[in-house]
């Protein structure tokens, strides 16, 4: 979660128990003191210090995120795998080039995220034909997910696009694939998970993991401002809404003030001295969506809004990481009639 949510006291804290912890690396520069007159260096700093700082706190497995259409996208793949990092989740475009910048270190995995079966088959084709790589796994991001979405306005609402839809139809997409390699290529249920049930749906469905992001805002371990995991308590159902990105995608966020004036045409003025997402049209952008991200982040939500999912008003308390996850076992066991941590998530 960028700009900032998942860093590395969230992604040790999940490491810890037995989770994947992600670190974003949107925007993850934007805290340091050289973020606007040395952009692309205080990013790789950041992440590589985000990536030690998480090492010392877990001997557990620790990926990042890496939107394919951030202008740096080059520089954090490769600091991220001389970091050793143990897996790349790469999405918002289709990470085509992924396996080229990887050049097979060996040590990280890389899982690229679609929003649709097409986007799968598309990826692990062109990936076996130009670079010789088979996705490690495949995470399938459903349009109740939170931040920029994958979908056109209009089919975030239409049941065709349903998470619940899409998982059967990846899992199938890719069943050729692992028959013909004699492998594995786990497929990843993301967008709307809140409760150890929805975990049991969707494995039961064929993938055969979770990836969960607004539940996990809510914890004492989310590198967040206690402001930022407020937002999340009090939002109401009402409350989140669709908001058109300035990078060109549709985005999930906690309506507030702020979204409120700019979508009555006020203009929040901003200096980009880097462009830091390809498809951004700064100059027609009624504001900087960096800097609003980061604002909201540090607990200025005047100034920026939070990303959130399509279930955020059902957070209504900050827990830990440990005791979230012990509670989603325990759901899970319930779901699937077995004793509580029966199987790992
Ligand atoms: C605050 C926030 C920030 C996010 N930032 C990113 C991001 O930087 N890159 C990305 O690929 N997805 C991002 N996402 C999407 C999540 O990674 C995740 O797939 C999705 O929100 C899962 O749905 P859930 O929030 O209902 O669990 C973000 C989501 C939230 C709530």
Redo the contacts with the bound molecule.
Sequence with gaps: ???G??MAGLASAVANEGGIG?I?T?GIGMLERDAYSNFLEANIRALRKEIRAARERTKGILGV?I?VALSNYADMVRTAVEEKIDVI?S??GLPLGLPELVRKSGATKLVP?VSSARAAGLIIRKWLAKHDYCPDGI?V?GP?????LGFKPEQIGDPAFRLERLIPEVVAEVLPFEQELGRAIPVVA?????TGADVHKFLEMGASGV?????F?ATEECDASPEFKEAFVNAGRDDLTIIASPVGMPGRAIRNRFLDDVGAGKKKPFRCPFHCIITCKQKASPYCIALALTSALKGKLKNGF???????WRVDKITSVKALIAELLREYGEAAGAPAGGRAL
């Excluded at 993301?190 to 809140?194: L, T």
């Excluded at 990836?211 to 539940?215: D, L, N, S």
């Design positions: 979660m960028g700009v949510i998942s992600v974003a949107a995120n939107m989740f999405g918002a995220i995470v991001e109740l997910a939170g931040g920029h993301a967008g709307g998970i809140y990836q969960m992001a607004t539940r805002v939070a990303f959130a999912g399509a279930n955020a």
